[in-house]
């Protein structure tokens, strides 16, 4: 017989679960905005797409029924609104970044976690130099370096005259190029060409945003997952992948301190990387060093948001030139006509700067660009609060109320019609060699935009210019099917858990360009 105790308990719970739902669809301040009913009354709707690896397409899906804005969880609206690129993320320190970024802190503040605008104000001076043009210059031949050991490997995969998987290739070679740019290591994947060796990233990425979608699980998730099987593993992968920091950052960072900054750049040994650079930093206005825990929280923040994140986008571009035939015949024939390349064997494709790639390769520019529109890997929602200063936060037609969060996400912003026009959904590099294009570029959101924008946008262009002329200057490659035999490649899934990719493999053979 049931407890006469029980009853009320559950009548009251159910009362308080009804009352709640039927505040947050009627009541609530953002209760005129259309969107799923699970979505207004929790943040685990987000984390369940999340997980599944549909959220990016949901949201689009979401927007083009119900229109620009759509309500994704109790207190936030994305939106697909132009305007939000210029309000919003343009808006200085007025639009500070909302609790979702409190999902990716371990112990300490990094720049691209920070919700506080003193403390990103007083880093981004602390490590101003580390990403100046001159620091960029000096690391021109580690890109070269990594460019001529990708040609290495796939002249090895040339002659074995088999077909491989091109994703776990890129992989290879983005990880490669980070380990010695950010920890002054070679880690010589390329060389080994074992996949099994790389840790786990995107690992950081899913687990992060699963708690940053729900306000305050990180901790307890902390806490109790090592018990559960599935959670469990995530965080013995994320930690692993913090050991491997420190790892490779402490004895360099305290021989560096030891010698001084002085001593350090006269160094024969001292390779330049962006944690030697780390090391010596210092505000230029109090002359406060970095920690070691600080220098590893900023070096281990660029590697987990740019090592995944580039490898998926030129796996991206090379998977969309294969369904676009005469599309990689253009491009690839842009970069062999061009006649300021030296050595093509070596992977010297000076200048090094990805700015000067652009310019040189315009068509390939333009292909770039439409990649990320159409395939962003970051699709985190860029999360801004709506200043509680009693005004609404107006976009267009939108109103945001005061103290509410606003955001928008790449992968649905980047489909919308009103700015891309009717064929929003077709992949047209040709969109950005019109002068209408090159004024979109603005709305391209995959980086950011304003003053929170991805400090490390350079070094991510740069490694994915690097791969990509080499490749198409060296290389025929064709898309090989479940059978074995060539075709044309005829459309791709996208599993968008953790950062975006192309689901499975992405199974191509190689063969070397007759030269002329």
């Not at 290495?152 to 890129?170: H, I, P, Q, T, Y």
């Not at 090159?438 to 262009?461: P, S």
Request: with cysteine; charged share 25%; glycine share 6%.
């Amino acid at each position: 017989m049931a407890s006469p105790f029980l009853q009320p308990v559950v009548t009251v719970l159910v009362a308080a679960v009804l009352s709640y739902i039927f505040y947050q669809r009627t009541q609530h301040r953002l209760a005129r905005f259309p969107g799923p009913l699970l979505a207004s009354i929790t943040g685990f709707w987000r984390s369940y797409h999340e997980i599944i690896g549909d959220l990016p397409q949901t949201i689009d899906y979401l927007h083009f029924h119900h229109g620009p804005s759509v309500r994704v969880a109790p207190d936030e609206v994305d939106t697909v609104h132009p305007d939000f690129v210029d309000v919003v993320l343009k808006g200085g320190r007025r639009f500070t970044k909302s609790n979702f970024y409190d999902g990716f802190k371990e112990n300490r503040e990094n720049l691209f976690i920070t919700r506080d605008e003193d403390f990103h104000a007083k880093r981004s001076r602390q490590v101003a130099n580390t990403f100046s043009s001159a620091t960029f210059t000096k690391m021109g031949s580690l890109f070269d370096r990594h460019a001529s050991n990708l040609i290495g490997l796939l002249d090895r995969l040339v002659d074995e005259n088999k077909a491989f998987d091109l994703k776990s290739v890129f992989n290879l070679y983005v990880r490669d190029v980070n380990g010695e740019l950010f920890f002054g290591r070679n880690l010589r994947l390329q060389e080994q060409g074992d996949v099994k060796a790389l840790t786990p990233v995107n690992t950081w990425i899913i687990l992060a945003k699963i708690c940053g979608y729900v306000p305050g699980l990180l901790s307890p998730l902390m806490a109790c997952g090592p018990y559960l099987p599935i959670v469990g593993d995530l965080i013995k992968q994320r930690e692993s992948l913090v050991e491997d920091g420190f790892k490779y950052s402490k004895a360099e960072f305290e021989r560096l301190r030891a010698s001084g900054a002085a001593a350090a750049s006269e160094d024969s040994n001292t390779k330049p990387s962006l944690l030697s650079t780390l090391t010596t930093a210092k505000d230029p206005e109090t002359g406060e060093k970095l920690t070691l825990e600080e220098v590893v929280s900023e070096c281990m923040s660029f590697v987990a948001a740019g090592s995944h994140s580039t490898a998926s986008s030129l796996s991206f571009l090379f998977v969309l030139m294969l369904e676009h035939p005469e599309v990689l015949k253009k491009a690839q024939e842009e970069v062999l006509r061009d006649a300021q390349t030296t050595n093509p064997d070596s992977g010297d494709t000076k200048p090094s700067r990805f700015e000067d790639l652009d310019a040189r390769f315009p068509y390939l520019s333009a292909t770039i660009k439409e990649t990320f529109r159409l395939c962003p890997t970051v699709n985190n929602p860029l999360a801004r609060d709506v200043p509680d200063d009693g005004t609404a936060t107006i976009i267009s037609d939108l109103q945001a109320p005061p103290g509410s969060i606003i955001s928008a996400t790449a992968y649905a912003l980047h489909r919308n019609p009103a700015i891309w026009g009717d064929d929003a959904e077709v992949f047209r590099p040709e969109r950005w060699l019109s002068e209408d294009g090159q004024q979109k570029e603005r709305y391209l959101i995959h980086f950011g935009q304003g003053h929170r924008r991805c400090i490390g946008v350079n070094i991510a262009m740069t490694t994915l210019w690097k791969a990509a002329v080499a490749i198409l200057q060296r290389y025929e490659v064709t898309f090989i099917g479940a059978d074995g035999k060539a075709k044309r490649l005829g459309g791709f899934k996208l599993n968008a858990r953790g950062f975006a990719e192309i689901a499975g493999s992405l199974r191509v053979k190689v063969k070397r360009r007759t030269k002329n």
